[in-house]
């Protein structure tokens, strides 16, 4: 069996890898629950078992037929990148626990590290590498500064990983995603989602 689109085999391995490690991640280090009493570990496994799932069934659509023309993937980063990206998380994550601070700080800190260094050495990566920190910033601001202020860096710092930033459009994104969080996961499943910062209630 070849692989007919290496673009959609890397993808599904990414999407499988990625939804693994947080799924096993949050019921690692947090309760489960039930799906009538959700607990914190609860969202994070279901988006991450159904990421592996959707992953899976990319790789295999990979793997169906034969190739279609160069199907070469250029990735805008090497080997020697993604250890230097490794060695920032580590080396942030050993010091947080030295100083007996929490490792969430030391993880937000390398993602913005990883993203300035990004921007500045390889701007050709900065649509992934946005992408994924706001994902991590909308995780670990979520608890501390509330439902709006981590949905807005979410949707701001992938909106600038894009290839125009319309302030327009971003805003009036924000507006309805923060409408629909609140109606549908606040109000109608009676999440405790904290809306705004622990220091406004």
């Given at each position: 069996?070849?692989?007919?689109?290496?673009?959609?085999?890397?993808?599904?391995?990414?999407?499988?890898?990625?939804?693994?490690?947080?799924?096993?991640?949050?019921?690692?280090?947090?309760?489960?629950?039930?799906?009538?009493?959700m607990g914190p570990a609860y969202f994070p496994t279901m988006l991450g078992f159904l990421l592996t799932v959707l992953g899976a069934a990319v790789l295999l659509q990979s793997l169906a037929m034969e190739p279609?023309?160069?199907?070469?993937?250029?990735?805008?980063?090497?080997?020697?990148?993604?250890?230097?990206?490794?060695?920032?998380?580590?080396?942030?994550?050993?010091?947080?626990?030295?100083?007996?601070?929490?490792?969430?700080?030391?993880i937000l800190g390398g993602t913005i590290i990883v993203s300035l260094l990004t921007a500045v050495f390889?701007?050709?990566?900065?649509?992934?590498?946005?992408?994924?920190?706001?994902?991590?910033?909308?995780?670990?601001?979520?608890?501390?500064?509330?439902?709006?202020?981590?949905?807005?860096?979410?949707?701001?710092?992938?909106?600038?990983?894009?290839?125009?930033?319309?302030?327009?459009?971003?805003?009036?994104?924000?507006?309805?995603?923060?409408?629909?969080?609140?109606?549908?996961?606040?109000?109608?499943?009676?999440?405790?989602?904290?809306?705004?910062?622990?220091?406004?209630?």
């Amino acid at each position: 069996m070849k692989i007919r689109s290496q673009k959609d085999f890397w993808s599904g391995l990414m999407f499988i890898g990625s939804g693994l490690f947080f799924a096993l991640w949050a019921m690692a280090f947090y309760q489960m629950g039930t799906a009538v009493r959700m607990g914190p570990a609860y969202f994070p496994t279901m988006l991450g078992f159904l990421l592996t799932v959707l992953g899976a069934a990319v790789l295999l659509q990979s793997l169906a037929m034969e190739p279609e023309g160069d199907q070469a993937v250029h990735t805008p980063f090497n080997i020697i990148d993604l250890l230097i990206v490794v060695a920032i998380y580590a080396v942030l994550i050993l010091l947080s626990q030295n100083i007996g601070s929490s490792s969430d700080y030391a993880i937000l800190g390398g993602t913005i590290i990883v993203s300035l260094l990004t921007a500045v050495f390889r701007p050709d990566a900065k649509p992934l590498v946005l992408v994924t920190a706001a994902t991590i910033a909308y995780g670990y601001l979520m608890k501390p500064l509330g439902l709006v202020i981590a949905t807005a860096a979410l949707v701001f710092i992938s909106a600038a990983g894009g290839h125009e930033f319309k302030w327009k459009e971003v805003i009036i994104l924000f507006i309805i995603l923060i409408l629909f969080s609140v109606l549908v996961f606040v109000k109608g499943l009676t999440l405790p989602f904290p809306i705004w910062p622990e220091y406004f209630g």
